[in-house]
Structures are given as C-alpha cells and as structure tokens.
C-alpha cells in the first residue's frame, strides 16, 4: 500500500496559480501511475490528470479537457513526490484535490486507483 499526502492547497484569486504536493510512501515501487482528482461540492469526484510513475516511464502525462493548457501534472522520483500546477485558475476549479495511485493507467483515468491522499482544498474566488 502507498501512503499520500497532499499538501499546497488555499484561497487564490482569479487568474491566480497554486502548485499541489502529493508525497508518496511506503511500497513507491508499486504504483505504475498517479493521478490528481477534485470534488467540487454536491458534485462527483472528476479525473483531472495522470502521470505515469515508474522511474523507468517515460513520463507520459494526460488531462481531463476542461485542464488542459492550464495545469500541468509532473514527478520527481527522488522525491518521491508528485505535482499540480495550476495557472489560470478560474472559480469552477475551486474543489477538494486529491491524488491517487495505482497498478495501472487505465485504474487511474477510471478512478478506479488502489491509495488516496486525505485531499487539500483549493478555492478560487471571482
């Protein structure tokens, strides 16, 4: 199992930017790919990226549309620590963000990951 934590949330205004921490440990060979989610209030809990995480990967990364050219989702291995960077953020963005892990790509794009961070709160205001 692959313990998270996800630190960087706050209140930003408009336009603003806020960079996400998730730090792993425990079994951090395990995960193939990570991910960062978000649950805005009364709403389900949307993908918002995913990065392969294996130190030997690529790095391939992917976005849910409604991120894309606005955040970008990066690792440092040695760190063990997975990032969001968030520009241009707007008031829909404003959500509980979590990060995940999981055996596979595919798991974490369907949310479908096996850990999960205690989430941070990201609200921006107009």
């Known amino acids: 199992q692959v313990q998270l934590v996800e630190s960087g949330g706050g209140l930003v205004q408009a336009g603003g930017s806020l960079r996400l921490s998730c730090a792993a440990s425990g079994r951090t060979l395990s995960p193939y790919a990570m991910g960062w989610f978000r649950q805005a209030p009364g709403k389900e809990r949307e993908f918002v990226a995913v990065i392969s995480w294996s130190s030997w990967s690529d790095g391939s990364t992917d976005y849910a549309d409604s991120v894309k050219g606005r955040f970008t989702i990066s690792r440092d291995n040695a760190k063990n620590t997975m990032y969001l960077q968030m520009n241009s953020l707007k008031p829909e963005d404003t959500a509980t963000y979590y990060c995940?892990?999981?055996?596979?790509?595919?798991?974490?794009?369907?949310?479908?990951?096996?850990?999960w961070g205690q989430g941070t709160q990201v609200t921006v205001s107009s």
């Open positions: 995940a892990a999981a055996g596979s790509w595919g798991l974490i794009v369907r949310g479908r990951a096996t850990s």
